[in-house]
């Protein structure tokens, strides 16, 4: 049984930064793109990041481009999303989820099988 468990999540002040962690067990984790969603009050869930199963591609929404820094671990089972720079309107319950097997890092949610109950990241103005 293929289980994600996110954690990192927190309250920080705006300009501050978090580091979000993922962890991913029944599955061959280095087989698997990767990604960071995110979901706001109110508000669908969107794409925030992925990563490539070798780690050699990622991606970003304009929205976060230049503030956050995705990577993955492959010994470990672990993808991290470092966020800096944090803006009040980075708050949100932020989700990790798993590919298919050779799947494209890609920011659709239809791109991933396997996701993580959440996280949530506050932040204060």
């Known amino acids: 049984q293929v289980q994600v468990v996110e954690s990192g999540g927190g309250l920080v002040q705006a300009g501050g930064s978090l580091r979000l962690s993922c962890t991913a067990s029944?599955?061959?984790?280095?087989?698997?793109?990767l990604g960071w969603f995110r979901q706001a009050p109110g508000k669908e869930r969107e794409g925030v990041s992925c990563?490539?199963?070798?780690?050699?591609?990622?991606y970003y929404a304009d929205s976060v481009n230049g503030r956050f820094t995705i990577s993955r671990d492959n010994a470990k089972n672990t993808l991290y999303l470092q966020m800096n720079s944090l803006k009040p309107e980075d708050t949100a319950m932020y989700y990790c989820?798993?590919?298919?097997?050779?799947?494209?890092?890609?920011?659709?949610?239809?791109?991933?099988?396997?996701w993580g109950q959440g996280t949530q990241v506050t932040v204060s103005s």
């Open positions: 989820a798993a590919g298919g097997v050779g799947g494209e890092c890609a920011l659709f949610e239809s791109e991933y099988n396997y």
């Open positions: 029944g599955l061959t984790f280095d087989d698997h793109p």
């Open positions: 990563i490539s199963w070798s780690g050699g591609d990622a």
